[in-house]
């Protein structure tokens, strides 16, 4: 009887002490080295928009810690970010801007011994019929010391970069008409 009362008690405070270790992830932007994007054309001005719904954050990653987040918040730092990157490595030949909205559909980082597995699901939707759905894992990532969360900004950065060396995307934004 006293052997099943500490598991009882063991797991409660495990269950205790899990609850009280959950920490909300902020995302900020990770740039991103000069020139490991190519230079591409666009049209005209790109404008990326986030379009996740305002949501109770999700779960992200559960180890030791548990880190949670608001989709909303990181499909909009990954919006700028692919914004920017946009900016700083097209050159505009055209005047037909576009308009791109991306939605974030899954992001959580699986845990391993010393690396971690990144899991990205997402979309970008444009006019006249445009959509690309991208699903990036990235295995292998080591956790370096500083820390979990820069591991999360780096993993939306890789994203962008993805976004960016697929030549649909490319092709979309430079292209000159939209019929």
């Excluded at 991103?32 to 005209?44: A, M, N, Q, T, W």
């Excluded at 991306?102 to 010393?114: C, S, V």
């Amino acid at each position: 009887m006293p052997t099943s009362f500490f598991n009882l008690l063991s797991i409660t405070l495990l269950c205790l002490l899990s609850a009280c270790s959950a920490k909300t992830y902020q995302p900020q932007e990770y740039s991103l080295r000069d020139k490991l994007i190519r230079d591409f054309e666009v049209s005209g001005t790109i404008s990326i928009t986030a379009i996740n719904m305002q949501e109770n954050p999700r779960v992200i990653y559960a180890n030791l810690l548990t880190f949670e987040s608001s989709y909303q918040d990181i499909a909009h730092v990954m919006a700028q970010q692919l914004e920017k990157e946009i900016i700083e490595n097209s050159t505009v030949d055209g005047d037909l801007d576009k308009q791109l909205y991306l939605q974030l559909d899954n992001f959580y980082i699986e845990p391993g011994n010393k690396t971690v597995t990144f899991h990205i699901d997402f979309t970008l939707l444009g006019e006249r019929g445009f959509e690309k759905h991208f699903v990036f894992s990235s295995a292998g990532e080591e956790l370096k010391q500083s820390g979990i969360e820069v591991a999360f900004d780096n993993s939306i950065a890789l994203a962008v970069k993805r976004v960016l060396y697929n030549a649909d995307t490319l092709q979309y934004l430079a292209r000159k008409n939209l019929k």
